[in-house]
């Protein structure tokens, strides 16, 4: 995954390399328009889409530049360029296009391999444009990918008020909307947002919009022995409907069995599902997650929490859904109190930064998830990805980052019931900031 996820950064940053300023006066056949700064581009090679950012500088004939980290060496004149991006002592790719009517366009060779690019200048906010956005969803889709029209395009800054339907497609007011399988409601198109940055997402509202939850009846048999599991009966007749009291926020069940007839939980909103299209032409079902996200079924993925996920199409392309009132470690059952959700956000985007897997935080703590076929790996990912956190963020060498980390860490058993498992690793803001802020 890391080896094709690195190709794509090529792929990205040598599109970049395309990038002139086109001036809005006519090209005259003696002289080029100043293509100087910033665009955004895509290419398709073999049948493949991509896209990404490009910086030109403009010397004479002389174009030097990047393109997502790569060196962009190149000629323009008379309104026709040629530019290649390189990686060390070799050019990744070469680029030919022309500039007509402010765009870029022309043909890309990509490691021996033909393809077609275009580039404009990135979208600007209008005047007009709204800053909250009142979004009623109509369709919910069961897959997280790149090949689904968005919903609504939105702009950084941007805040979106919505809802989405439960796990098995049932909204607030108790009409079916879509099939099971956790539907999401999206996706969201956030202007300027290319492969390489990074989309944030602030969670500003998680609500609960109805008032009853379904949960399953069985652990799941990836947390028990295999001598223990052939032993369990079903219970029979167990009804496992909730009631949600929203007023003094708790849930019971709807009809208990005389030893939790006094059962109770606290409410805790939270959203199972969150993340963008994958890269390229891949799709996952609605039940799985990985670097772009998913199914991540952390029970502190709720109000007050902001998101960071990696951008690997054009757009980002954001989905959420799948609401819980309440979930223990691990979503234990395969089922957590499902239900139906109100939701506000905000979205940003950091520019020409690229986490590698989801990362967040909230008020008291810094997390990193970890997704992988095993605890194991999940932990090792979780750990790794903190560690670079701090190594960049704080300055801290290996001695302090083992000092800090093996005094203070903590680790959460997110998910275990998916495809993929889930580990996120966390520490508390308290302890970081004790930290010699000089050394940051």
Excluded at 76 to 103: C, D, H, S, Y
Excluded at 255 to 269: D, I, M
Excluded at 287 to 308: A, M
């Amino acid at each position: 995954m890391q080896k094709r996820f690195a190709v794509l950064l090529v792929i990205f940053a040598l599109s970049h390399a395309t990038v002139l300023k086109a001036s809005d006066q006519e090209v005259q056949p003696s002289q080029s328009a100043d293509i100087s700064g910033h665009w955004v581009f895509s290419a398709v090679v073999l049948g493949e889409p991509v896209g990404g950012r490009l910086i030109f500088k403009v010397d004479g004939e002389k174009l030097t530049g990047t393109g997502d980290g790569l060196s962009l060496f190149g000629k323009l004149q008379e309104g026709k360029l040629e530019f290649g991006l390189w990686a060390q002592t070799r050019p990744v790719a070469t680029f030919k296009g022309t500039i007509e009517n402010g765009k870029l366009s022309g043909t890309v060779t990509l490691r021996g391999q033909p393809g077609t690019w275009t580039a404009q200048r990135p979208s600007t906010r209008p005047p007009d444009a709204p800053l909250f956005h009142n979004f009623e969803p109509k369709q919910f889709h069961r897959v997280f990918s790149g090949a689904i029209d968005p919903v609504l395009k939105i702009y950084p800054g941007d805040t979106i008020h919505t809802w989405s339907v439960d796990a098995g497609g049932i909204d607030h007011e108790s009409a079916r909307r879509s099939m099971g399988g956790n539907p999401q409601t999206g996706p969201f198109y956030v202007e300027g947002a290319v492969p390489g940055d990074t989309l944030v997402v602030h969670l500003k509202r998680v609500r609960l919009n109805r008032d009853y939850a379904i949960s399953g009846s069985s652990i799941t048999g990836r947390a028990l022995t295999p001598s223990y599991l052939q032993t369990i009966k079903n219970a029979p007749n167990f009804d496992s409907k909730w009631k949600l009291d929203r007023e003094r926020g708790v849930a019971m069940l709807a009809n208990p069995t005389e030893k939790l007839k006094n059962y109770s939980v606290p409410l805790r909103p939270m959203l199972g599902c969150i993340g963008v299209a994958p890269q390229g032409r891949q799709a996952f079902g609605t039940g799985d997650l990985g670097p772009y996200g998913g199914n991540l079924d952390y029970n502190e993925v709720r109000e007050g929490t902001t998101l960071y996920l990696p951008v690997f199409q054009p757009g980002a392309l954001l989905f959420m859904g799948d609401g819980h009132a309440a979930q223990g470690d691990g979503e234990l059952t395969g089922d957590a109190l499902e239900t139906s959700m109100e939701i506000e956000f905000t979205v940003d985007v950091i520019q020409g930064k690229m986490v590698r897997e989801p990362q967040a935080e909230n008020d008291e703590y810094l997390m990193v998830f970890g997704i992988a076929g095993s605890l194991h790996e999940a932990l090792q990912s979780a750990t790794t990805g903190l560690v670079q956190w701090l190594e960049r963020d704080y300055k801290l060498n290996s001695a302090e980052l083992a000092v800090v980390l093996g005094t203070s860490i903590r680790y959460d058993v997110a998910e275990i019931v998916d495809p993929h498992l889930n580990v996120v690793a966390k520490i508390r803001k308290s302890v970081l900031a004790e930290l010699n802020k000089e050394s940051k």
